[in-house]
C-alpha cells in the first residue's frame, strides 16, 4: 500500500515552483500589553504595537503611534493620551472583547502547539479583534480566531496565519491505496475531516500515473503501462496548495463547489493556460492559444487540471487509424485487455523494443478490435477506469466520449452540441463537437458537467443553451426511473457476443423494478426519419466543416520561436511531408506493423478540396442531418419516450442529430472488456437522461470493474 509523504523527487522536478515559505502556527502572544489602569491584560499580534489606552492596546506596528486622533481613526482604534507600555498576561488583541483570554489548546503532532484560538461556548465572535468562528473537524469545540488568520477545521486546533506563507498543517501522509474508485464526494468528507489535502490528493494520483502509465513514453512498456497520460501540468501541486489555503480560510462553514480542490484530467484538444494543446500531433506543438472556456469553468469552479492525456490523433480525423494513437502520444492501452495471441488472451508486453513485430499468429488487439480501447477519447476512458485521475474531459464528434467510456466501464455524457462551449478546443465540426465529462460515476460526470456550461460569445451554438436553475446535480435520484418510459433497442442476436447479449437481454427488468415503462423495439429497428445517414446523407458535413473550423482556429494561434508556424490546412499537410520522420516515423510509427501503414493524412487531403458552406453538398447534408434530429424527436415524443437505449448502435445518429447521450457501465464483451448501456434523449433532454442513468448505476446488482491491468490475472 503506497503512502504519500512526499512524490518522489524526479516526478516533482518538473511539478514544484517557488511558493513562499511554510505558513506557520499563530505564536503565543508575540506582544504583551496592559490597559493603563492596570486592568486588563491583551495579547497583540504579529506585526501589532503596545498602546496602552483604557479602551484598547493594539496598533499596527506600520502606522505612525496613534496619538494623532486622524492616525488613529484611520487605522480603526479611537485616539487617546500617550501613556507609557506596560506589561501584562497574554489575552485577545484590540478593544475588549466578550470572550475570555486563555491559554491555546494543542496542535497536531509535528506542528508548533501555540495557536492562539478562544474557546466559543456558542453563539459566534462578536470581538473585532477575534472575528472568525472556527470550528474543529468533529464539531467538538469551536474557537474564535484572531484577525489576519484562518479558520484550518482539523480536531485539534483552528487558526493559522493569512500572511505567513504556505498552509500550514494538516495530513503529512495518505494512503494512496484509497484513491481507488475514490469519488468527488468521498475526498470532499476527508477534506472536511481534515485527513486529506488537495496537495496529498494530487501527489497520490502523480505517485500512480508514475507507477502505472509510463509517462512521456511508449517504448519499452511494461504489463502495467497504459500510456494515456500525455503531460503533466507543471502547476499542479502549486494550484493544490492554493485550493488548500482557500478551504481552510472558510472552514468550517465553506460553501465551496464540488469540484474545488478535485483534480480534473483533460484530453488533449482541450487547451489549458502553461501546456501544450496539440490533439496527439506534433504539428500543433510549440502553438500558443486561448485556453478552453471549459478549463477556466473548471479552474473557476475549484477544480485543479492535472495532466493532459492521450487520444486517438485529431480526434480520428487525419487518416486512416487506430483508436488510441497519436504521433506524440503513442498508443494508449485498455487496462482491461491488453493482448491476445491465437485467440488466447494474455499477460504481455506488445512492443518490447524497436524494432520488434508481431509474432506469427499473433494480433494486437487494439488494431483488430479498437472497441478495445476505443477513441476517439481514448487516454480520457484509461485515465479514469485506471484511476490515474479522479474526473476526466473528453469530446466527441461522432462516438467519441460514447464509445471509450463503455470500452473502459466508466460514465460518460455527450451533452446536447452547445451545452458546452468548444471555444478554445481544437474543432473537427461545429456542427457536432461536444466536450463532456468521462468519469467513473454518474454523480462525479454530473459535477463536472456542471462546471462547464455556460453561454459563451465566442461560440454561438451555446446562446441557446437549456441549463436548469441550480444545475444538474439536482437530479441525481434514486427514484429517476420512475414514472420513465423508455424505448429499448434489441442489440442483433447474430453478431453479438453471448456475453454482452445476455447482460444487455437482462437490462428492461432492472428498469421495470425502478418504476419504468420498457417498450422492447422488434429487431431489426430503424428510427423513422433516420434512414439518410451517411455517404450522400449527412457525410459531407465533417469534411467542410473540419477546412472551415481548424483554419479559423490555426489562424488565432501564435507560435512559440524555432517552431513552424502553420495558418491552414494546407499547411498542416506540408508540415507532415516536410516532418514525416517526427509525425509518422518514417512508417514505422508503431514499430513497422503493418497495421499502421495507412497512418498518413487521406482524410485531411479529401477535407482541403472542400469548398465552404456554401457548396450545394453541404447544405443538401445539413438539411438531412435536420431530418434525422426532426426523427428522432417525432418518435421519442410522440410515443411519450423520455429515452431510447442501445450499448452504441444509436451514437451515430444522435451526434448527427446534436442530441445528448450517457453512458453507463454495466456490460461486457466476451474478450472481458467493458461494455456500455447508453441512454439516448432528444435536444436538451440532460436532466431526464441523468435521473435514469443514475437510479440505474444504484440499482444495477454488479458494481464497476475495477482493472487488473492483467486480464483478470495476477501481473
Partial sequence: ????????????????????????????????????????????????????SDTFTCYPASASYPSDPSTAVSNGFTAGSTPAPTTGSPGPAGSPPTESPVAPGPAPAGTDSNAIGIPLSGGSCTSS?????????????????????????????????????????????????????????DAQALFKT?????????????QRIADYDNIGTFKGLTAYATNAVLELNPTALADADAKDIERAACAPNCNLNKLHGIPVALKDNVCADGM????????????????????????????????????????????????????????????????????????????????????????????TNPTIVSGSSSGSGVAAAANLAMVTIGSETSGSILGPSGANGIVGIKPTVGLVSRAGVIPLSESQDTAGPMCRTVADAVYLLDATTGVDPKDSYTAGQVVPAGGFAQFLKTTGLQGKKIAFLPLNPNTTNSATLEGYNAIPDILRAQGATVDELPFPFTIPGTANLG??????????????????????????????????????????????????????????????????????????????????????????????????????????????????????TFATAQFPSISVPGLKSSLGSPVGFVFHGVRYSEAKLIEMAYAYEQAKPFPRPIPTYCNGASC
Fill in 194 to 206: 481534515g485527513e486529506l489535502t488537495s496537495r496529498l490528493l494530487v501527489s497520490c494520483y502523480l
Fill in 129 to 185: 479583534a477575534y472575528p472568525s468562528t472556527c470550528t474543529t473537524a468533529d464539531g467538538s469545540a469551536q474557537y474564535c480566531c484572531p484577525t489576519g488568520t484562518g479558520c484550518f477545521s482539523s480536531s485539534t486546533f483552528t487558526c493559522y496565519s493569512l500572511s505567513a506563507g504556505t498552509y500550514p498543517s494538516g495530513p503529512t501522509s495518505f494512503d494512496c491505496s484509497k484513491i481507488i474508485e475514490l469519488t468527488i464526494d
Fill in 1 to 52: 500500500m503506497a503512502v504519500i509523504k512526499a512524490v518522489p523527487l524526479l516526478l516533482l522536478l518538473a511539478l514544484t515552483s517557488s511558493v513562499s515559505a511554510g505558513r506557520v502556527l499563530l505564536q503565543s502572544c508575540p506582544s504583551t500589553c496592559y490597559t493603563a489602569s492596570g486592568s486588563t491584560g491583551y495579547c497583540c499580534p504579529s506585526g501589532f504595537n503596545c498602546f496602552s
Fill in 276 to 367: 501544450e494543446c496539440t490533439a496527439g500531433s506534433w504539428n500543433l506543438f510549440g502553438s500558443v492559444h486561448e485556453e478552453a472556456y471549459l478549463t477556466t469553468g473548471i479552474k473557476n469552479a475549484g477544480g485543479i487540471i492535472l495532466c493532459k492525456l492521450g487520444l486517438s490523433e485529431w480526434a480520428n480525423y487525419r487518416g486512416s487509424s487506430v483508436s488510441g494513437w497519436s504521433g506524440r502520444g503513442g498508443q494508449v492501452y485498455n487496462p482491461y485487455v491488453r493482448y491476445s495471441i491465437s485467440g488466447q488472451l494474455i499477460v504481455r508486453n506488445p512492443y518490447p523494443e524497436i524494432p520488434s513485430v508481431f509474432p506469427d499468429n499473433t494480433t494486437f488487439v487494439n488494431y
Fill in 535 to 652: 455517404t450522400g446523407g449527412t457525410g459531407g458535413i465533417l469534411s467542410t466543416d473540419f477546412k472551415v473550423n481548424i483554419n479559423q482556429f490555426l489562424s488565432e494561434l501564435s507560435w512559440k520561436p524555432g517552431f513552424t508556424v502553420q495558418k491552414t490546412l494546407a499547411d498542416m499537410i506540408q508540415f507532415n511531408k516536410d516532418n514525416y520522420l517526427l509525425e509518422f516515423q518514417g512508417g514505422t510509427c508503431c514499430r513497422g506493423e503493418p497495421a499502421y501503414g495507412n497512418f498518413f493524412q487521406q482524410t485531411w487531403e479529401s477535407s482541403q478540396n472542400t469548398t465552404g458552406f456554401s457548396n450545394p453538398n453541404y447544405i443538401s447534408a445539413k438539411q438531412n442531418a435536420s431530418a434525422v434530429a426532426a426523427g428522432i424527436t417525432s418518435f421519442l415524443d410522440g410515443n411519450g419516450y423520455d429515452a431510447i437505449t442501445s450499448t452504441g448502435g444509436l451514437t451515430g
